[in-house]
C-alpha cells in the first residue's frame, strides 16, 4: 500500500497509525493528502518518494506559508 493511501485510511479512519516508525494523527495525514493533491503529477512521485517524516515537514511548511498569506 502506497503512503497516500495510508493517509487516507488514517483521515477515514479517525485515528493514528505508525508509518516508517513515525506515529501519523488524522490532522498531518489531512494535510500531506491536500499537498499531495495540490501538486502538478510530475512532483508527486518525488514527495511520495520522500520519507514519510519528510513528507510531513514540507506539507506544514506549505501549510505555515499559506496561513502567513492569509
Keep these: 500500500m502506497d503512503k497516500i493511501e495510508l493517509m487516507r ?3 477515514n479512519g479517525h485515528s493514528y ?3 516508517e516508525g513515525t506515529i501519523i494523527d ?3 495525514a489531512n494535510l500531506i493528502i491536500k499537498v499531495y493533491e495540490g501538486l502538478r503529477s510530475e ?3 518525488h514527495f511520495t ?3 514519510i517524516i ?3 515537514d514540507i506539507s ?3 501549510y505555515a506559508k499559506q496561513q502567513a498569506r492569509a
Excluded: G, R
Design 9 to 11: 485510511e488514517i483521515v
Design 17 to 19: 497509525k505508525e508509518i
Design 26 to 28: 488524522v490532522q498531518t
Design 43 to 45: 512532483l508527486k512521485d
Design 49 to 51: 518518494s520522500q520519507s
Design 54 to 56: 519528510k513528507m510531513a
Design 60 to 62: 506544514w511548511k506549505v
